[in-house]
């Protein structure tokens, strides 16, 4: 066999072979976006355990966990339907008016960003107190515009509102399941990690969480309760229109004022 006939064909097969071998071996992470627990995993077997028999679930595999964070990010939050059967009861006590207008201590959240993903996105919450409508609250996030980060400043809105009214007990009702988790396990174990993940990453959203959980601490003790998304339970839809209020409101303030400076600018040129 000649050197030229080796390089030719011999050699571009095993650069082939090492390649799949190269992949074979690199670290994969597997996101759960729909699931038992919505997180990043770093193996099949772990990942399937959270998907196995749900019906709608989401999960993609990358190479990157940031590409994995990205994906947990963008794609919608949804209770797996397991859990939403469980959570039955919840839904009967959530659409029942009476038994929430005379409780002050239970709020719904909900985070919205118009645009996801692109660099005119644009992020507001919506804090909706059945029992104390006046403590309402419509608002756009500041730094990075993301629906996680929403989900995430909705949060720690309501606590720290919650916290300066004199409330020490609260319940939260959230159609984020990634929030729930985050607040029940996640802040635990990044903690104790220095705010790394397992695979020694720095969590995304880093200073978020921290102040998540600094609100968290203020508190003597917040139930955290997952209802369904645009299910018609009323304190979840006034949530969810508070925070697309926020940014319809804040875009059609900025569209007012680009006009006028459009105007000034054609008073001046005329001038």
């Not at 993609?60 to 964070?69: G, L, S, V």
């Not at 397991?82 to 009861?89: A, E, G, S």
């Amino acid at each position: 066999m000649s050197y030229g006939y080796f390089y030719n064909h011999g050699l571009p097969s095993i650069i082939r072979q090492i390649r799949r071998i190269k992949r074979f071996r690199e670290p994969k992470f597997y996101a759960v976006a729909v699931g038992r627990r919505i997180g990043i995993y770093r193996s099949w077997p772990s990942c399937k355990v959270q998907i196995e028999n749900i019906s709608n679930a989401k999960f993609r595999r990358f190479d990157t966990h940031h590409e994995a964070i990205s994906y947990l990010e963008q794609t919608p939050n949804e209770l797996p339907l397991p859990l939403q059967d469980q959570m039955k009861q919840i839904d009967s006590i959530n659409s029942n008016d009476n038994d929430l207008v005379d409780d002050s201590s239970i709020v719904y959240i909900d985070g919205a960003c118009w645009r996801n993903g692109l660099p005119d996105a644009c992020a507001g919450i919506g804090i909706y107190w059945p029992g104390a409508p006046e403590r309402n609250q419509s608002l756009i996030i500041d730094g990075r515009q993301t629906s996680i980060r929403a989900e995430i400043w909705a949060a720690i809105f309501a606590i720290r509102q919650a916290k300066q009214i004199g409330l020490d007990k609260i319940t939260i009702y959230t159609d984020s399941h990634f929030v729930i988790q985050t607040a029940t396990v996640w802040l635990y174990k990044w903690k104790r990690n220095c705010w790394l993940t397992s695979s020694g990453v720095e969590v995304k959203n880093r200073y978020d969480m921290m102040a998540l959980d600094e609100s968290i601490r203020q508190m003597k003790k917040i139930i955290w309760r997952p209802v369904r998304g645009h299910s018609g339970i009323p304190g979840n839809e006034e949530a969810d229109r508070l925070a697309n209020a926020a940014i319809a409101n804040y875009e059609q303030q900025q569209s007012k004022s680009i006009n006028n400076n459009n105007n000034n600018n054609e008073n001046l040129s005329k001038d």
